[in-house]
């Protein structure tokens, strides 16, 4: 049974898990940046950035324990432009990943129990 974490709580969880999945998004948006945008610079660009940082306090006040699938979280907490973009996102970099080879993260990304 899934359990909410009180805010108060937050200081208790190791941020392990939620480093590795925001190392993982990082990188696929860099991907995505990399070949979208003209201003991609040895780094993702300003809005790529500021999805990035956003993305970032999602994943660390994420209120569910353990942290369910954003897909299928019953409580949204992306404002719907950037939870747009991250699928827009996603789908692109998911494709290019697995094009190379890099199943491991997909697995890990979409399909673990806790995987976000």
Known sequence: MKRVILESEMANITPDAIEKQFKI?????DVY???HHDDY????CSECCDLIEYSRQRLIHC???PKPKCKDCPSHCYKPE??????????????????RGRLDWLVK???MKNGG
């Open 33 to 35: 940046c990399r070949k």
């Open 109 to 111: 990304y979409f399909f």
């Open 25 to 29: 998004l990082k990188r696929f948006v």
């Open 63 to 65: 209120p569910h324990d």
């Open 41 to 44: 610079d040895n780094g993702p």
């Open 82 to 99: 950037y939870r747009q973009k991250i699928k827009d996102i996603m789908r692109y970099s998911g494709i290019y990943f697995v094009k």
